[in-house]
């Protein structure tokens, strides 16, 4: 049973371009949660969605970026134009959302913007 | 939401009895106290969940007073690899379906041989 898939694992870019991060929710699943990890700030959840659709994105830091939930399988978080503050780790989760507070992370991207 | 708050560190040693306290004041009638674990580099991971009094599974044991205003997480006999960031939640990610889960700072745990 495949958990949550995240592409790219790592990724190094230079300031100004754009960073596409991809997620695979868990079949089945109705929501789809973005956090994003640094030091300072720790885990802070950015958005999520509830049968695709936004339910809460007040955690998005700024109109750089954008997350879409085109179908149940799928999942974006764009960063347009990127900045070097937005290096962190980017975690995409789900939930069956009838557990209660069970989440399952993927194993994050590692973002790093030079 | 309900806010959590746990101690930034703590020491054991292999063997020992860890008790982690998470005091969450304001919870409400419909949330969930769930407990994940973090490893470095990697994403969180669930341990333990309950509502009332204490839940047990393999992993560790989630105590609840009845108003529920703390849990705390017991993990016995810890070893080297328990070493991890520790997070309490509260919330109701699924029933009620407006809310969201937000993490704290955590619980850096550190198991000395």
């Known amino acids: 049973d495949a958990g949550v898939i995240q592409s790219p694992r790592h990724e190094v870019t230079e300031m100004g371009q754009e960073v596409t991060l991809r997620c695979k929710p868990i079949?089945?699943?109705?929501?789809l949660f973005w956090y994003r990890q640094t030091m300072m700030r720790g885990l802070e959840l950015l958005i999520y969605?509830?049968?695709?659709?936004?339910?809460?994105d007040s955690g998005m830091p700024e109109d750089r970026f954008s997350a879409k939930m085109p179908n149940a399988s799928f999942s974006t978080l764009k960063i347009q134009p990127s900045e070097p503050r937005d290096s962190a780790v980017y975690f995409c989760?789900?939930?069956?959302?009838?557990?209660?507070?069970?989440?399952?992370f993927g194993e994050g991207s590692w973002l790093t913007v030079v | 939401l309900a806010k959590t708050t746990q101690p930034i560190s703590m020491d054991s040693y292999e063997g020992q009895e860890v008790n982690i306290t998470c005091s969450h004041n304001?919870?409400?009638?419909?949330?969930?106290i769930t407990w994940y674990q973090q490893f470095p580099s990697q994403g969180p991971r669930f341990i333990i969940q309950?509502?009332?009094t204490k839940v047990t599974n393999e992993v560790a044991s989630l105590f609840i007073p009845a108003d529920r205003k703390s849990s705390t997480l017991s993990l016995p006999r810890v070893s080297l690899s328990d070493t991890a960031v520790y997070y309490c939640?509260?919330?109701?990610?699924?029933?009620?379906?407006?809310?969201?889960?937000?993490f704290g700072q955590g619980t850096e745990l550190s198991v000395k041989p």
């Open positions: 079949s089945g699943h109705d929501y």
């Open positions: 969605f509830n049968n695709n659709v936004p339910i809460d």
């Open positions: 309950g509502y009332k």
């Open positions: 939640l509260v919330g109701d990610a699924g029933y009620n379906q407006g809310g969201k889960l937000i």
């Open positions: 989760a789900s939930s069956p959302g009838t557990d209660g507070n069970t989440i399952y």
């Open positions: 304001n919870i409400a009638t419909n949330d969930y």
